[in-house]
């Protein structure tokens, strides 16, 4: 398919091959470093302007004692706490080397996305306005299908813990949706009179496609940016995930027993499907506000004909 340079295209079917479900403890998938940049070229076309940040110096997290937060060692507590609260953060399980690489990569693919010089599947009008600036230039905030256009972001996303996890959590079939409607994607989040995509009012996963018979389903996030007000956090209702959605607001609302979940670079957030959540707005503007990461889901039940598309995909949260 011929890339486009204008307006962003609805993120269509993949259409490719088969879907690839790594062996349980398999371990990190690992590629000789020439053949990682050539699945995304570094080129971008002249004359095309891009608000794209580029990847600063690394920032370290801090290791605290927090509620809800694992290491790699201990992946029954933090499967027990999804089960029980929802939610969950694996915390040491990504070397910094391996995700500045995936970093890199996936900010190349943003940059070539806004410059029309990547494939439009990778675009999406459904989850991102394709109208949307920074500073002026347009700009991207997904880019689907990220782990096709950056093979280190695919290995990332196949790493043994995370893997381990969500089989604990759904069970021994469980898939990885990365082969249709929008992927695993590339999220970079920040305000602006002009952006698409700084917030995300109350929802669950599960309503983006109630019809479906994918469910049950698990959420993984991977952060490039530690989170806070300053850049924006995720809001959750604990134990929200084992009741319905009976009171569930529509909008930004506080909700009774909601908690803020910060991360640091480097985390990885599970949730459950049907957890109740929320992203907050920055407060801080230019580079402190933003707030870059990799999303995507692990689902139990049936998996997704290859072309099923993003027709019926259900956009119920409010921007």
């Known amino acids: 398919m011929r890339p486009r340079s204008g307006r962003y ?7 490719e091959g088969c879907v690839r479900i790594p062996p349980l403890y398999a371990g990190p ?5 020439p053949q990682v940049t050539g699945r995304v070229p570094v080129d971008v076309p002249s004359g095309h302007a891009v608000a794209v940040r580029r990847p600063t110096a690394p920032v370290h997290a801090v290791t605290a ?3 809800g937060v694992f290491g790699p060692d201990d992946l029954d507590g933090l499967c027990d706490h999804i089960a029980a609260r929802g939610y969950a953060t694996l915390r040491g399980a990504i070397g910094e080397e391996e995700l500045s690489a995936a970093e890199e990569e996936l900010v190349v693919a943003q940059e070539r996305l806004v410059a029309g010089a990547l494939d439009d599947r990778h675009a999406t009008a459904v989850l991102d306005d394709p109208d949307a600036t920074v500073d002026g230039a347009r700009f991207a905030h997904y880019v689907c299908f990220a782990t096709v256009a950056s093979a ?5 996303v196949h790493l043994a813990p995370l893997v381990d996890v969500n089989r604990r959590v759904l069970g021994p079939q469980a898939w990885l949706l990365d082969y249709e409607q929008f992927g695993v994607v590339y999220q970079d989040a920040r305000p602006g009179p002009g952006s698409g995509y700084s917030r ?3 929802h669950t996963d599960h309503q983006s496609g109630p019809h479906l018979d994918v469910w049950p389903g698990l959420a993984f996030t991977i952060h490039f940016d530690p989170t806070s007000p300053a850049n924006g956090f995720l809001r959750v209702l604990p134990g929200s995930h084992r009741g319905g959605t009976g009171g569930l607001p529509a909008g930004f609302e506080r909700v009774p027993g909601e908690i803020a979940v910060y991360q640091e670079r480097g985390d990885v957030l599970f949730h459950h499907a049907d957890l109740w959540h929320s992203a907050a707005r920055a407060t801080a503007e230019g580079v402190p506000a933003v707030r870059r ?3 995507g889901s692990w689902h139990g039940g049936a998996r997704l004909d290859v072309g099923h598309g993003t027709d019926d995909f259900v956009k119920n949260a409010a921007r």
Request: net charge positive.
């Open 65 to 67: 004692a927090a509620e």
């Open 152 to 156: 280190r972001a695919d290995a990332l």
């Open 200 to 202: 995300i009012g109350w």
């Open 9 to 15: 295209a609805r993120a269509g079917p993949a259409g």
């Open 29 to 33: 998938r690992r590629r000789p470093g």
């Open 293 to 295: 990461h990799l999303r």
